[in-house]
Every structure is written in structure tokens, then in C-alpha cells.
């Protein structure tokens, strides 16, 4: 009787760990990579604190009174705060995944949560003119009635206001953005004016 011998020894399997230890190397790096890309990415704009220096929004021919602003400068607009959250914050995104600019907002409770950030939505800013077919997005309030977000054409760009889709969940469990501050957002940045 004849035994049949395996001639290959362990060299396969050597040659199996080293091409696993070898594909985990490169995921790692690529995944160090993305991330202090990220990071580079999304540059924080500490804008100034709409409690600590509101900006007068007051034409000499308007009888409103000076209001709470969120400057968002690399865009070239503010916010207007009276009717969203008063604690509003962006952090300023150089180069987005579509558009050539955007401004991620949050508010400072969910800065601060450690797990949510800036994700509120996004403002993002397009060259050119509104492609035909394009459509704003837009969320219901509790009596049903549609409340478009920003979708608005200006001077050779235009600016469209994405809503959280997915929203996070805060330390305390609870989903965030919730409706209300996703709704107040929206009103607050479909009032936004070009900086002058």
C-alpha cells in the first residue's frame, strides 16, 4: 500500500497568512489616510457665538429689529435666528463630495454630545445654475402642510439645503436632529441673505 505525501509542506499556508496580514496593512493605511483626510477636510469655522455678537440685520428702511445672525463667511451668507436654533454652529467643509463648497450645521448641544457634531444638514454651494428637473428637499410639519428646504439661485451659483436623512443618536438615546429642530433649521436657513 502506497501513501500519498503531501509535497507542498507549509508554504501555502505561510504564503495564505502573509497575503491576509499583507491586505490588512494596506486597509489600515487606506483607513488612516481617509480619516486624516477627513480631517483636513472639515475644517471648523468657529463662527462667532450668535449670544455673544448679534449682527444687526436692520436696513435704514426696515423697522425690524436687530436680529441674532449665523455668519457663514466662506459661503458668503448669513442666517437669520430668530425662528431656528439660537444655538446654531457650522463647521465649514473645503472640499465636499458634490459642490465646491458646504457648511455642515449643528447645533452647541449636539457639538457637544461627542456623537452627533454638525448634523443638522448641509449647505452646499454649486457653480453654474440650477440644472432643469431639480427639486428642493423637503419635510412635512404636524398638520401635513410640505415645508420646502433652500434650493435658491444667485449670481453665477447656487445654494441647496440638504436635511439630515439619517438622523444620530445623542449620549441620552434620543434621535437627533428631531422634527422640530430639523423644521426650525430649515426656516432659519430659507431665509438666509447674501453677506455684503
Known amino acids: 500500500m502506497k501513501y ?31 480619516k486624516t483626510h477627513q480631517k483636513e477636510a472639515l475644517t471648523t469655522s468657529t463662527s462667532p457665538s450668535p449670544s455673544s455678537s448679534p449682527v444687526s440685520t ?17 459661503l458668503g451668507v448669513e442666517i437669520p435666528l430668530e425662528n431656528g436654533p439660537s444655538d446654531l454652529e457650522y463647521a465649514y467643509v473645503a472640499h465636499p463630495a458634490t ?13 457637544g454630545s461627542g456623537t452627533c457634531s454638525y448634523s443638522i444638514g448641509q449647505i452646499i454651494k ?43 443618536t445623542l449620549a441620552n438615546g434620543t434621535p437627533y436632529p428631531n422634527k422640530t429642530t430639523s423644521q426650525e433649521t430649515i426656516n432659519a436657513v430659507n431665509a438666509l441673505q447674501l453677506t455684503e
Open 4 to 34: 500519498l505525501k503531501d509535497d507542498r509542506g507549509v508554504l501555502p499556508a505561510v504564503v495564505a497568512i502573509l497575503v491576509v496580514l499583507l491586505v490588512a496593512v494596506v486597509g489600515f493605511a487606506i483607513y488612516n489616510a481617509s
Open 126 to 168: 454649486f457653480d453654474g445654475t440650477i440644472p432643469s428637473g431639480a427639486h428642493p428637499y423637503y419635510t412635512t410639519d404636524s398638520s401635513g402642510n410640505t415645508i420646502n428646504a433652500l434650493l435658491k439661485q444667485f449670481n453665477g451659483f447656487y445654494l441647496q439645503y440638504v436635511p439630515s436623512q439619517n438622523p444620530c
Open 58 to 74: 436692520a436696513s435704514p428702511t426696515s423697522t425690524q429689529a436687530p436680529g441674532k445672525m449665523l455668519v457663514i463667511k466662506e
Open 99 to 111: 459642490g465646491v463648497a458646504a457648511a455642515t450645521l449643528g447645533t452647541k448641544s449636539s457639538v
